[in-house]
C-alpha cells in the first residue's frame, strides 16, 4: 500500500544564490525578480544540493511574526532527474503513514499508539505496541545525502543522532521492549541507506552496535515530487558502511 503526504500549495521557484547559515538560504524569486531570505529546516551540509543557480522551491508564510516569510521545501537535483526534499517534517509523517498501513513487513504486527512519547532521557518519534504486550520505541530518520544509489547517513556530524541510536540498543536489553530505527529517503534515487562513517564514525560505530543488540534497522524509499512525497517501497539498511 502506497502513501503519500503533500507539500503546501503554489510552490514558488526560485535560485539558490548562498547560504549564509544553517537555517537561511538566499534566493531570487524569477518571477518577481525579488531577493529573499527563506527558512532552511534541514540543517545538514547538503554540500551537494546547494550550489549557486540550483532550482529551490519555497513555500510563503503570512505569519507576520516570522522573521522570514519562506520556506525551502524541495531543490531541484543537479542531474535534473528529481527532487531532493529539505522538509524535516515529512519523514516522521510518512513513517507514521508507513506503520499504520502496515507497510513495513517487519512491523506488521505492531500496532501505532502515538507521536512524540518519553522514554529515558529522550522523546521518541513513535510508540507502538503488540498484541501480546510489548512495546516498541521509533526514531525516525531523514536520508538527503545518496551515492551511487545507496543513501547515506548523516550527511553532518550529529552527536545528538549517535545518543538515540545508542539509546535505542539500551531500550532492546529491557523486559517486553524492542526499538526500530527507520529511514526515510528525501529523495527516489536511493536504493539502499548505509552509515556514512567517512562523515560522522560516531554515528557509524553507534549504528553498528545498535544493530548487533537487536534494534530493526529498516528504510523506505520515497518519490518527491513538487506536489509531496510517497512512499514506494521497504529498502535495505546496513551497518557497515562499505555496502
Not at 74 to 98: C, H, Q, W, Y
Not at 111 to 134: H, P, Q
Not at 229 to 241: A, G, H
Request: charged share 30%; with cysteine; glycine share 4%.
Amino acid at each position: 500500500m502506497r502513501t503519500f503526504t503533500s507539500f503546501p500549495e503554489n510552490l514558488i521557484r526560485a535560485k539558490f544564490i548562498e547560504r549564509p547559515n544553517r537555517f537561511i538560504v538566499k534566493c531570487h524569486i524569477e518571477e518577481s525578480n525579488e531577493l529573499a531570505e527563506a527558512h532552511l529546516p534541514d540543517p545538514g551540509r547538503l554540500l551537494e544540493l546547494l550550489v549557486p543557480d540550483t532550482v529551490i522551491y519555497l513555500s510563503k508564510s503570512d505569519d507576520p511574526k516570522r522573521k522570514t516569510k519562506y520556506s525551502a521545501v524541495i531543490i531541484e537535483r543537479k542531474d535534473g532527474a528529481g527532487f531532493v526534499s529539505v522538509n524535516t517534517i515529512m519523514p516522521n509523517k510518512l513513517a507514521e503513514l508507513a506503520v499504520k498501513n502496515r507497510v513495513l513487513d517487519s512491523l506488521k504486527d505492531w500496532n501505532y499508539i502515538r507521536s512524540e512519547f518519553t522514554k529515558g532521557k529522550s522523546r521518541w518519534d513513535m510508540l507502538l505496541s503488540s498484541n501480546d504486550g510489548r512495546q516498541m520505541a521509533v526514531e525516525v530518520k531523514g536520508v538527503s545525502l545518496a551515492e551511487e544509489g545507496k543513501g547515506l547517513f548523516p550527511d553532518a556530524v550529529t552527536k545528538r543522532g549517535a545518543k538515540h541510536v545508542r539509546e535505542l540498543a539500551e531500550i532492546t536489553l529491557e523486559d517486553n521492549w524492542e526499538s526500530a530505527l527507520i529511514f526515510v529517503t528525501q529523495r527516489s534515487d536511493i536504493a539502499s541507506v548505509s552509515p556514512a562513517e567517512h562523515i560522522d564514525p560516531e554515528f557509524a560505530a553507534a549504528l553498528s552496535e545498535a544493530d548487533k543488540a537487536g534494534v530493526h534497522l529498516l528504510g523506505l524509499r520515497s518519490e518527491v515530487t513538487l506536489r509531496g512525497m510517497e512512499i514506494v517501497e521497504e529498502i535495505p539498511v546496513s551497518s557497515k558502511s562499505d555496502q
